[in-house]
């Protein structure tokens, strides 16, 4: 039992996880540049993310069954398998976050990778691909980026705030959250919309965003940026005490997110498609 206990500790799983991670990053970077000297032997642009988001998933995968056999995996392309024994650990793993900036050559998509013991994430990793900046966080050790210990943003006014958010593919949900946007633009400082949310936790996380809203993110688009931004100190939840999850994602220092969370739930930001 101390040896499965040892094996599975937040520390251990976390350097496994960063391992795992820059190797998978760079895979993502050496398969965009060669795709565009190939481009012309797709069928179509999005071909390229999706053998990129597959061939990273795989690597992933292999990777970490080659040390863990025992564990689960639930990714964005290749679906969910449960661990082995209750208590066992399962990874959760989005393999390029920000595939449309992937797919243009914005350097904002990363790889998340988090790591979950009975549902709670313990230990989580996302990697700008493009750039290599990296941020982690184990639970109750603080979120990192580098040896710089996180923070996030000190305002404490939501008219000073500047939001971060992103937005669905579906057009009926598009809509509805440009209409929601629309009306929380008069009352924040402003609105950035950088196409990761693993990146946009991340950004909480440090402060360079005052907060984060998002609809519809799936698990492995906030499990490792949402530990990394609770870590740091910020709250990240659902509205009307909800966890966070498909209807929505909230991340704000303390003093900012209760006047966001209130406002959301005024503009009815988790109804609609």
Request: aromatic content about 6%.
């Amino acid at each position: 039992m101390n040896e499965i206990r040892t094996a599975s500790a937040p520390g251990d799983l976390l350097a496994l996880a960063v391992r795992v991670s820059r190797e998978a990053a760079a895979t993502a970077r050496r398969m965009r540049a060669e795709a565009i000297t190939d481009v012309e032997t797709k069928s179509t642009d999005t071909d390229v993310v999706t053998a990129a988001d597959r061939a990273v998933e795989r690597q992933v995968i292999e990777a970490l069954r080659a040390v863990r056999p025992g564990d689960g995996v639930l990714g964005e392309e290749y679906g969910d398998s449960a661990p082995s024994d209750q208590g066992a650990v399962r990874w959760v793993l989005d393999p390029i976050d920000g595939t449309v900036n992937y797919l243009y050559g914005l350097p904002q998509y990363a790889v998340s990778l988090a790591a979950e013991v009975d549902g709670e994430a313990v230990a989580g990793v996302v990697i700008n691909a493009a750039t290599g900046d990296e941020w982690t966080a184990t639970r109750g050790g603080g979120a990192w980026r580098g040896d710089r210990r996180l923070h996030p943003s000190v305002r404490t006014r939501l008219d000073q705030s500047l939001v971060g958010t992103g937005f669905g593919y579906d057009a009926k949900r598009r809509a509805h959250q440009g209409a929601v946007v629309a009306e929380l633009i008069t009352r924040v400082r402003d609105i950035r919309r950088f196409g990761a949310a693993a990146l946009d936790l991340c950004a909480v996380a440090e402060g360079t965003l005052d907060a984060y809203f998002e609809k519809g993110l799936n698990p492995w688009d906030h499990a490792a940026g949402g530990l990394i931004a609770t870590e740091a100190g910020a709250v990240v939840s659902g509205l009307r005490g909800a966890p966070p999850g498909l209807d929505m994602v909230v991340a704000a220092p303390p003093a900012i997110f209760g006047p966001l969370h209130d406002l959301l739930v005024d503009l009815d930001a988790d109804s609609g498609p």
